[in-house]
C-alpha cells in the first residue's frame, strides 16, 4: 500500500517563506500523479489551493505556489501570514489517476 | 456558483451501515466531473474513499473496497456513499467533494461540502 509522507509540522515566522513537501513510498512524484494541496483550518472542510502540481485557483493568494523539487511535490507559501496558521494536505493519484491517497497532513504554525 | 451539501444519520450502530448523500446545485452531476466522498477521524488526517462518474463507473479505496458502494442518482443531482459492516474506526467527518477535469489533463478537488460528523456507537 503506498504511503505519501508530508512534514508533520514546521514553524515559520510572519514575512518569511516555508516550503513543504509530499512524498511517495513508490518512488519520484511526477506530474502523472497530479498533485493536489489543500489547506484546512480548525472545524473547516479542506480547501484546495493548488491542482495538478502548480495550477493554481481563482481564489489562491499569489504567495502560494506549487512544483514538483527531488522528487516530491512541493508547496511553496511566501510571505507567509498569521492566517496562513493550518494544517496543510496533500493527495497523489496514483494507478492512472484511479486511485487518491492524502499524505499525513503538516501542521503549519506562523509564530 | 457550485455548493455540495451531505446528509444522513448521524450516528450509526456497530457493524450496521452508514449511508449518506451529497446533494449538488450549481452545477450538473451529468457533467464531465467526477464526485468522491473523503474522510477525516476525529483528530486525524484526510482519507480518500472514492469517486464516481455520473456514467456509474466507480474507483475505490482498496482498504475499503470490500465495504464501499458509491452511487449516482441523475435525477436528484446527487451521489451516495454506503459503507457497511460499520465499527468505531468508521467514526469521522464525511465530505464529498468534485473532482473537476475543467482543464485538460488537471485533477482538482476545488468544491468541498461543509462536512457531516457520522458516530459508530451503540
Known amino acids: 500500500q503506498t504511503v505519501v509522507t508530508q512534514e508533520p509540522s514546521l514553524t515559520v515566522s510572519p514575512g518569511g517563506t516555508v516550503t513543504l513537501t509530499c512524498a511517495s513510498s513508490?518512488?519520484?512524484?511526477?506530474?502523472?500523479?497530479?498533485p493536489n494541496w489543500f489547506q484546512q483550518k480548525p472545524g473547516q472542510a479542506p480547501r484546495s489551493l493548488i491542482h495538478?502540481?502548480?495550477y493554481k485557483h481563482s481564489w489562491t493568494p499569489a504567495r502560494f505556489s506549487g512544483s514538483l523539487l527531488g522528487g516530491k511535490a512541493v508547496l511553496t507559501l511566501s510571505d507567509v501570514r498569521p492566517e496562513d496558521e493550518a494544517d496543510y494536505y496533500c493527495?497523489?493519484?496514483?494507478?492512472?489517476?484511479?486511485?487518491?491517497?492524502f499524505g499525513g497532513g503538516t501542521k503549519l504554525t506562523v509564530l | 456558483q457550485v455548493h455540495l451539501e451531505e446528509s444522513g444519520p448521524g450516528l450509526v450502530k456497530p457493524s450496521g451501515a452508514l449511508s449518506l448523500t451529497c446533494g449538488v446545485s450549481g452545477a450538473s452531476i451529468n457533467s464531465p466531473n467526477w464526485w468522491t466522498w473523503v474522510r477525516q477521524p476525529p483528530g486525524q488526517g484526510l482519507e480518500w474513499i472514492g469517486e464516481?462518474?455520473?456514467?456509474?463507473?466507480?474507483n475505490y479505496n482498496p482498504s475499503l473496497e470490500s465495504r464501499v458502494t458509491i452511487s449516482v442518482d441523475k435525477s436528484k443531482n446527487q451521489f451516495s456513499l454506503n459503507l457497511r459492516s460499520v465499527t468505531a474506526a468508521d467514526t469521522a467527518v464525511y465530505y464529498c467533494a468534485r473532482v473537476s477535469h475543467d482543464i485538460a489533463a488537471t485533477i482538482a478537488l476545488d468544491q468541498w461540502g461543509q462536512g457531516t460528523l457520522v458516530t459508530v456507537s451503540s
Open positions: 493527495l497523489l493519484y496514483l494507478g492512472g489517476a484511479q486511485l487518491g491517497v
Open positions: 464516481i462518474y455520473h456514467s456509474g463507473s466507480t
Open positions: 495538478s502540481t502548480d
Open positions: 513508490t518512488g519520484a512524484v511526477t506530474s502523472g500523479f497530479y
